[in-house]
């Protein structure tokens, strides 16, 4: 096992501190969620990317990227949303291959309704906890991270759909990517 980079121990400590910490956030966020809107956070997640892109609307593979989920994993979630009438896909008007989802009213008003006690559970798990200068810091090198791990930085950009990046403008509702 010559060569390896053993984690020393404060790096070791760090490490688990950032695991055990993002993990017990997650699963914060998703038992509020569940408590107060009913939905699985990722649910609140794909609604809130939708109602943050032009129009709306993605491309199934723009909405895979942007919430980590794998194209089957996405198609069984939209199926669901679809079934409650708050996303619509269609096909793309031309190629008819690429599938646009779109968030519809009444989703984005499940959206709104679901926002507050979103961002209160963001900031009771995160923020409350951190100094400005430490939420500076934690945003620093989760950027250094993304930059790393996700080179296209696909987290702060919205895609037109059909594959235009722009940069992200104020979103009509208390911003859902603000609490996302």
Do not use: C, N
């Amino acid at each position: 096992m010559d060569g390896v980079r053993w984690l020393d121990d404060d790096e070791q400590e760090t490490w688990r501190a950032y695991l055990w910490a993002s993990q017990l956030l997650r699963e914060s966020l998703d038992r509020q969620m569940h408590r107060d809107s009913g939905l699985p956070h990722t649910y609140y997640l794909i609604l809130a990317m939708l109602s943050e892109a032009p129009e709306r609307s993605l491309t199934m593979s723009e909405l895979a990227q942007v919430v980590r989920a794998s194209p089957s994993r996405l198609s069984h979630a939209v199926t669901k949303l679809e079934t409650e009438g708050w996303v619509r896909r269609q096909k793309h008007p031309r190629d008819a291959r690429t599938t646009i989802a779109t968030l519809t009213a009444e989703g984005f008003d499940v959206l709104v309704a679901a926002a507050p006690g979103h961002v209160e559970a963001v900031r009771q798990g995160l923020f409350d906890q951190l100094s400005q200068d430490q939420v500076r810091q934690l945003r620093e090198i989760s950027q250094a991270m993304l930059a790393h791990l996700d080179p296209p930085a696909r987290y702060h950009r919205r895609r037109e759909p059909g594959g235009t990046e722009t940069p992200s403008p104020d979103s009509e509702v208390p911003p859902p990517g603000g609490v996302g």
